[in-house]
């Protein structure tokens, strides 16, 4: 179709220029240039339609335009130049492209919509890398905030342990000096456990702060393996139990029968043993927590549940922060990074993790996996 079919007056153009020389520039043209009347049915567009989008020009007219592009807006939406920037997929190379649209409604002397002249322009290049910039901003300022909040929980929580270490190291060479009777010789080794309990939880603090750190990587390998989930899940709960001694037992229930699934065993130990050592640390004295596996339907749960202090309801959201610990844990020992790592690696297997709990009552936690 070229101009002079249009049912609307053609704009005014240099002396001299044919019709034919305007079809030829509007056909070179990049833009996609589309005109609709009212119903926004489609009066011209221009060769770049084709070019760009593998959309026949040809089928094009007399269609509406949300026909001949699914994702253009609805006539309400338009203002005069207004931009909005649609997704496009052609139909034959499968390209996915972003056309940004300029609209250009045209009115009546009664101020009523008689036409909409739209320009459209392929701007995937400048959104993908508007993207790419908006992400790592993102990321950058994630990271800043991860670090000042680590800097933060360090040097808090590096300074007991590190004091412990050093006062103990001090009396044990004291000790050390004096004779090796069997109350000094109980002294040491009061003073060694001390130095092996911290050392071990600096090791563990730093452990947690690695595996996050290797968590949140994009490029984090995953080894899946098929195990037998049911009986999986019961010797991780068994190791548990035995490295409690008498101390309080986990209690696992599961279906009559056993599945097959297919996930990374060192990640699904890390999620599990986290969750069920979070259950024991803040129920004390209270009722054996528990350990459910269920099947539903594509998934498998895993529901870890205890009859602790719960975690206020305000705090739900923020309690898979990095470093966020619940206001009522007290003096329980802890980073605020465990629950972090595990929503992580949740993530990273597919899942999705989410809680139900009430102050005073108790939490459960729950774990949903693909089998495969």
Known sequence: MNFSDQSISSPRFPSGLSEELLQMIVDQSEDILVLTNSQMEVEFVSQSLENT?????ANSIGKKINEVLENFPSLPLMKPNQKMVIPVTTPKTKRKLLIEFE?????????????IFAIGRDVTGRENSLKK????????KELNQLKSRFVSMASHEFRTPLATILSSALLIE?????????????KVINHVDKIVTQTNRLTDITSDVLLLEKSIQPGMKISPKKIQIGHFVEELVETINRENLDQRKVKFFMPDTD??????????????????????????DSMEPEV????????????????????????????????????N????????????????????????????????????????????
Do not use: C
């Open 53 to 57: 989008l593998e959309i026949s020009v």
């Open 259 to 284: 599945v097959t699934v297919q996930t990374d065993p060192s990640l699904l130990v890390h999620i599990l043993r986290n969750l069920i050592l979070n259950a024991l640390k803040y129920s004390e």
């Open 174 to 186: 004291l000790l050390l000096k004096k004779d090796f009777n069997p109350e000094i010789k109980a």
């Open 103 to 115: 609209f250009k409604p045209q009115y009546t002397k009664e101020a009523s919509i008689k036409a």
């Open 133 to 140: 910039f908006k992400d790592t901003a993102f990321k950058e």
């Open 292 to 327: 459910h596996l269920q099947y539903r339907g594509a998934y498998f749960e895993l529901r870890v549940k205890d009859y602790g202090m719960g975690i206020p309801k305000d705090e739900h959201e923020q309690i898979f922060g990095s470093f966020y610990r619940a206001k």
């Open 329 to 372: 844990v007290g003096n329980i020992k802890g980073t605020g990074l465990g629950l972090n790592i595990v929503k992580e690696l949740t993530k990273k297997l597919s899942g999705e993790i989410w809680l139900t709990s009430k102050v005073g009552l108790g939490s459960e936690f729950f774990v949903s996996f693909p089998f495969k």
